[in-house]
């Protein structure tokens, strides 16, 4: 079993800034990875960035990551948009070897970017 807790989601003005937490727990071994994703009324689920790694065009620049070794992952966004309105997830996929891996998912925590 792999539970994600993510929270920080809020409301912020644009140009404003936010820091998003996963909380990873449970059975976790060393070969893990560990993501952001976000999804926008209408729109598919996107990946934005993975452990050091922005994807997302769209907010490069703006958005970094950080980890520490309590298996928490952090979504740094800065420069905040509109468009940046969504629903951000956090996942993790945990390797146990011989194909086996199991993916979780977070609850999601709103971010809202509203004047």
């Known amino acids: 079993q792999v539970q994600l807790v993510e929270s920080g989601g809020g409301l912020v003005q644009p140009g404003g800034s936010l820091r998003l937490s996963c909380k990873a727990s449970?059975?976790?071994?060393?070969?893990?990875?560990m993501g952001w994703y976000r999804q926008a009324p209408g729109k598919q689920r996107e990946l934005v960035a993975s452990?050091?790694t922005v994807h997302a065009e769209s907010v490069q620049g703006r958005f970094t990551t950080s980890r520490d070794n309590d298996k928490m992952l952090y979504l740094h966004m800065s420069a905040l948009k509109f468009e940046d309105t969504a629903i951000y997830y956090c996942?993790?996929?945990?390797?146990?070897?011989?194909?086996?891996?199991?993916?979780?998912w977070g609850q999601g925590t709103q971010v809202t970017v509203s004047s």
């Open positions: 452990i050091m």
């Open positions: 449970g059975n976790i071994l060393s070969n893990y990875t």
């Open positions: 996942k993790i996929e945990v390797e146990y070897g011989l194909g086996s891996t199991v993916t979780a």
